[in-house]
Structures are given as structure tokens and as C-alpha cells.
């Protein structure tokens, strides 16, 4: 009798199945990705939950103490609907930056090699990975507008603004996880990758529009503010949950950036992916 298959066999061997036509063959190698992920939080949902916590905490304490003492101007919004977007951003961030440290304990499992030598193109296997991360975007994106909910936090939720977040969320969890796997691609250990993600995401969070507008800063801030990409996701998810929106851009052109810087950073990722088996 042959052992049974490890996860990372059953991960692979669709990977090396060709599909009837091209199109069909990326999307059951990305679909074979994305529910290797899936089954990971299924088996382990623990990591969800301890991560609803921190965006608790910014809306509840944060949130409200500001709320109080009206020390950011955010026009016709109140301080908690200015605020819960950037939340949102903040808990996608947080989470997908430090996606990378999964690729770093799969090179050293030697499962990266089993990747690499599949027929799976190396942008696919990384696009896989990033859209793969943003099932824990959205999960995130549950729970702050539950709590924005409880809060009585006045959001727009529709049908067309609910796909929109879950659009926006999906590409920001992609765009992060490619930058933290681009990352883990030229570091060689899970120490050095964590202090390169701490050390990226205060100055990413601080330098945007999460919790306070861009036009307060400091002018020798604000360049980095528009040249940050949660920038465009802070300002995608005010456009499409806020009833006046305190917005800098329409929402194509946070979106279009966004798309843009991922699918430049998956193309990077790609490129350097080979060095995660070294």
C-alpha cells in the first residue's frame, strides 16, 4: 500500500495537469492555489481570530478617544467613518506583508522546488500566492464592518460598494503579499524577513491617509503619501463606504494604480522566484 499524499503533493500534482485549453489550465492551477489556502484556515481558523483583535482595538480605544476630542478635521465625515476604511487597509496591510514567511518555511521544507519544477508558469504561481492572501483580506474586511456596525458607524452597504471592497481588499492583499514575497526572496531567513516587514509597515501605515487626511501632514510627507499604495487602497475603500467621501481620487484611479503596482510587482516576484530554492 502507498503512503498517503502529504498537502503539498496533493498541491502540486494538479499543477503539473494540463488543462483543454489555455485559459482553463491558469485558472485550475490558480483555483488549486487558492484552495491550498483555503484549507489551511480551515484546518486552523485560530489565526483569524487573533487577528480580529487589533482592528478592535484601533476603532473601539483609537477611534472613539479621537471621536471625542475632535482632533482631526474630516469634514462632513465623523472621525469613526473617516476611520473605519483606513482600519480596513490597515488589517489588509498588516497581514500581507508579512505573507512571505510561509514561502520562506516552504524553501526551507523544500516544497518551493516542487513549485518550480511544475509546468505552472512562475507569474502564475505567484499571482496564486497573492489572491491566495487575500482570503485572510476578507475575512479581515468582515469583521471591521461588523464592528463599524456595532459601533453604529454610518457606512454606505450596498450590493455595488460590497463587490467594491471586496475588489479593492482582493488587490490590496495581492499587491502586499507580492511586495512580502519579493521580500522573502532575497532574504535567507525568517528573522531578517520580520524585521524588514516591522520595519516597512509603520512608515507604510503612518505615511498614508488611514488615520488622518494627507492635507495635514507635513509638506515633506506628503510626496510619500501619494507615492504609498495604501494610500490608493485607504482612498478606494472611503470612495465606495463613505456617504460624503473625503476622497482624494475617483475610484478608477485608485483601483488602476493599485492593479497596476501588483501586476508590476508579480512580474518582479516572478523573476526573483527562483532564488526562494536557493
Known amino acids: 500500500m502507498s503512503p498517503p499524499a502529504s498537502s503539498e503533493s496533493r498541491l502540486v500534482a494538479p499543477l503539473a495537469r494540463t488543462g483543454s485549453g489555455e485559459i482553463a489550465e491558469v485558472v485550475g492551477q490558480?483555483?488549486?492555489?487558492v484552495g491550498y489556502e483555503a484549507r489551511k484556515l480551515r484546518h486552523d481558523p485560530t489565526e483569524l481570530l487573533l487577528r480580529a483583535i487589533q482592528p478592535a482595538?484601533?476603532?473601539?480605544?483609537f477611534g472613539s478617544a479621537f471621536t471625542a476630542i475632535h482632533a482631526i478635521p474630516t469634514g462632513a465625515l465623523t472621525y469613526l467613518q473617516f476611520l473605519t476604511p483606513g482600519i480596513l487597509a490597515q488589517s489588509v496591510l498588516f497581514i500581507a506583508i508579512f505573507y512571505g514567511i510561509a514561502s520562506i518555511r516552504e524553501r526551507e521544507l523544500g516544497i518551493i522546488?516542487?513549485?518550480?519544477?511544475?509546468?505552472?508558469?512562475?507569474a502564475i504561481l505567484v499571482g496564486g500566492r497573492a489572491l491566495s492572501a487575500s482570503l485572510?483580506?476578507?475575512?479581515?474586511?468582515?469583521?471591521?464592518?461588523?464592528?463599524?456596525?456595532?459601533?453604529?458607524?454610518?457606512?454606505?452597504i450596498t450590493v455595488p460598494s460590497v463587490a467594491g471592497v471586496i475588489v479593492a481588499v482582493i488587490l490590496g492583499s495581492?499587491?502586499?503579499s507580492t511586495l512580502s514575497m519579493v521580500i522573502?526572496?532575497?532574504?535567507?531567513?525568517?528573522?531578517?524577513f520580520l524585521g524588514i516587514g516591522q520595519l516597512l509597515t509603520m512608515p507604510l501605515f503612518f505615511a498614508s491617509n488611514a488615520i488622518y487626511p494627507i492635507t495635514i501632514m507635513p509638506r515633506?510627507?506628503?510626496?510619500?503619501?501619494y507615492a504609498n499604495p495604501l494610500t490608493y487602497l485607504v482612498d478606494a475603500l472611503r470612495n465606495l463606504t463613505t456617504p460624503q467621501g473625503t476622497v482624494l481620487f475617483p475610484l478608477w484611479v485608485d483601483l488602476t494604480v493599485l492593479l497596476g503596482v501588483t501586476l508590476g510587482l508579480i512580474l518582479l516576484c516572478a523573476g526573483l522566484y527562483p532564488r526562494m530554492a536557493q
Open 30 to 33: 490558480v483555483a488549486t492555489i
Open 57 to 61: 482595538l484601533w476603532l473601539v480605544v
Open 113 to 122: 522546488i516542487k513549485f518550480l519544477v511544475s509546468p505552472a508558469r512562475r
Open 136 to 156: 485572510r483580506g476578507l475575512s479581515q474586511a468582515v469583521v471591521v464592518l461588523l464592528l463599524a456596525t456595532a459601533l453604529s458607524v454610518h457606512l454606505r
Open 174 to 176: 495581492a499587491l502586499f
Open 184 to 192: 522573502a526572496s532575497l532574504v535567507r531567513t525568517q528573522e531578517r
Open 220 to 225: 515633506w510627507l506628503r510626496p510619500f503619501a
